[in-house]
């Protein structure tokens, strides 16, 4: 049987809210996105920037600027006597009970996200100190270990860390309370490909331990590497889900398969054309159902696309658009 | 061909990053340099797109020295070598839109209505008109990438230095760039050092030939 999951978005959008000078429609950031992420699993959200990735991450963290607006549902440790809605807690919930302490958050470019005049000790002591209510450097040296780290190392300011060091500080900051979720925001960018091999080994750990981990992910050598599960996002939507193998090694939705395509070493071949505005989604749904219509090498409406944006489950996959011939 | 000989350079007194260094981009061909991070790949790129003064040794521009950096290096010699670096938001002015972007190097050299060589670099670099009219916060990582490129190549430079060009980019994006490149050394002759930390990247880009620090 299926351990019940951790985190369950149910048709979760979000737009936001644009001056009324532009003249333009809202923009749709995420749109009924729904996601399951179990104990155990490392699933990768991959997609070109700008896609709406991020966004879906901060929203169940509340960490969203004021004039977004969130619709759906996003449960934490849903069925069980500590169940969170994420998306209506108000911010006293998610600063006390959430954040940090049940959704660890590994942030992009980690380095930025460090004080600059404190030590590496120093800031994961802070953390304890909040998250904990104590802190003893016996448990701070035994997380950084955790992470890959020398007591040693954790003497330095973050100048003085490479970007690799100040990523593996970040993870051991979102390791600090034992949350069951974490949530890694582009925890690769910058980095050199054995640095992230030990970052994404890091975050596979994690899942061994029977915690859930998001990947957040434009590095799609990096996702195959430690995801088990992935989810496809391109204009806002979930287009393709499913368990990692299944979907790298047989992809069903277009986008899936030119993403793959592109990479160096199968084929170096570009998706032609650009992403639509995210102000502009809404109209092309309306005109031709699936927003990947105007990249797409399918006819819309015409087999196999059948011109429906919505992700529908096969089996333990999902696809939107384009079903499984 | 562009060549750094000899060079030493750095930024700490004593501590040099780069110590006697030599490397060459032949032009009308792709070379790639990979190594971890910190190992001086992006000094050397600040050096031989002359941004940067070597301590010792010197940049050499078709056999020709070229003496200091940035303005005290006359225009013509300037403009030969561009460069797109890896973080495109910061390399651009937040109040231009891409158009301005991409016709800023034209315009510094007095071309006053340079938009015909713009479309040129549009349709090259796949952007449309309605994207050149859109601001940096209004488009993509990689569209902004885009335009970065479209840039560097305005004023038609010789050598083209692109340090970690993809390293924010998808894989498609990846792709797209790459390809626009491979036009220029193709059609242009250009000559290109591809910087990275991914080597299957830069062994898919620049085939064999590939330095490895």
Redesign the interface.
């Known amino acids: 049987m299926q351990e019940p999951p951790l985190l369950w978005l149910d048709d979760m959008s979000v737009r936001f809210e644009l001056g009324r000078s532009r003249g333009s429609g809202p923009v749709h950031a995420v749109t009924d996105a729904r996601v399951r992420l179990s104990p155990g699993q490392v699933l990768a959200l991959?997609?070109?920037?700008?896609c709406g990735k991020s966004v879906l991450a901060s929203a169940l963290l509340g960490l969203l600027p004021s004039n977004a607006w969130i619709r759906g549902r996003a449960w934490l440790h849903p069925g069980t006597d500590e169940e969170v809605e994420l998306l209506s807690s108000s911010e006293h919930v998610l600063a006390r009970r959430v954040r940090g302490r049940r959704i660890g958050l590994v942030p992009q470019s980690a380095a930025t996200h460090l004080t600059p005049v404190r030590t590496a000790r120093d800031q994961l002591a802070e953390t304890f100190r909040e998250l904990r209510g104590r802190v003893d450097h016996g448990s701070v040296d035994e997380l950084a270990g955790r992470v890959g780290l020398a007591p040693a190392d954790l003497a330095h300011y973050p100048h003085e860390l490479?970007?690799?060091m100040a990523q593996r500080v970040a993870v051991a900051s979102a390791l600090v309370a034992d949350p069951s979720v974490v949530i890694a925001d582009e925890p690769t960018?910058?980095?050199?490909?054995?640095?992230v091999d030990r970052v994404t080994d890091l975050l596979g750990e994690l899942a061994d331990r029977n915690r859930g981990v998001l990947l957040i992910t434009?590095d799609?050598?990096a996702a195959k590497r430690v995801a088990t599960h992935v989810a496809v996002m391109y204009a806002s939507r979930v287009v393709e889900s499913g368990p990692a193998e299944e979907v790298f090694h047989r992809p069903w939705h277009p986008y899936t398969k030119?993403?793959?395509e592109?990479?160096?070493?199968a084929g170096?071949?570009?998706?032609p054309g650009?992403?639509p505005a995210l102000t502009e989604l809404a109209e092309l749904e309306r005109e031709w159902g699936c927003v990947f219509c105007l990249r797409c090498p399918d006819t819309p409406g015409v087999a196999p696309c059948n011109g429906d944006p919505a992700l529908v489950e096969y089996g333990s996959r999902s696809v939107a658009a384009h079903p499984p011939c | 061909m562009l060549r750094a000989r000899e060079v030493v350079a750095g930024y700490d007194r004593g501590r040099a990053v780069l110590d006697r260094v030599d490397v060459v981009v032949p032009p009308g061909a792709v070379r790639g340099l990979a190594g971890?991070?910190?190992c001086g790949k992006s000094t050397l790129a600040r050096v031989l797109a002359l941004l940067q003064r070597p301590w010792s040794g010197t940049v050499e521009l078709d056999g020709r020295p070229v003496r200091g950096a940035r303005y005290s290096v006359p225009a013509e010699l300037r403009t030969a070598v561009g460069i797109v670096f890896?973080q495109p938001r910061p390399a651009v002015d937040p109040r231009m839109t891409l158009r301005q972007v991409v016709s800023e190097p034209l315009r510094a050299r007095g071309i006053r209505r340079p938009w015909r060589r713009v479309g040129e670099l549009a349709e090259l670099t796949?952007l449309?008109d309605e994207?050149l009219d859109r601001m940096p916060h209004e488009?993509?990582?990689?569209?902004l990438q885009r335009a970065c490129l479209a840039r560097a190549v305005a004023p038609r430079p010789r050598y083209l230095i692109c340090d970690?060009m993809t390293?924010?980019?998808?894989?498609?994006?990846?792709?797209?760039l790459?390809?626009v490149v491979g036009e220029l050394v193709n059609e242009e002759g250009t000559g290109v050092l591809a910087i990275s930390?991914?080597?299957?990247?830069l062994?898919?880009?620049a085939g064999d030939d590939v330095i490895r620090w």
């Open positions: 991959v997609g070109e920037s700008g490479s970007g690799g960018t910058g980095l050199d490909r054995p640095l434009h799609l050598a030119g993403l793959l592109a990479m160096p070493e170096f071949q570009p998706v650009h992403p | 971890p991070s910190g890896q796949g449309n994207l488009v993509s990582d990689g569209q970690e390293g924010m980019l998808d894989a498609s994006t990846t792709a797209a790459v390809r930390h991914d080597e299957p990247l062994l898919a880009w």
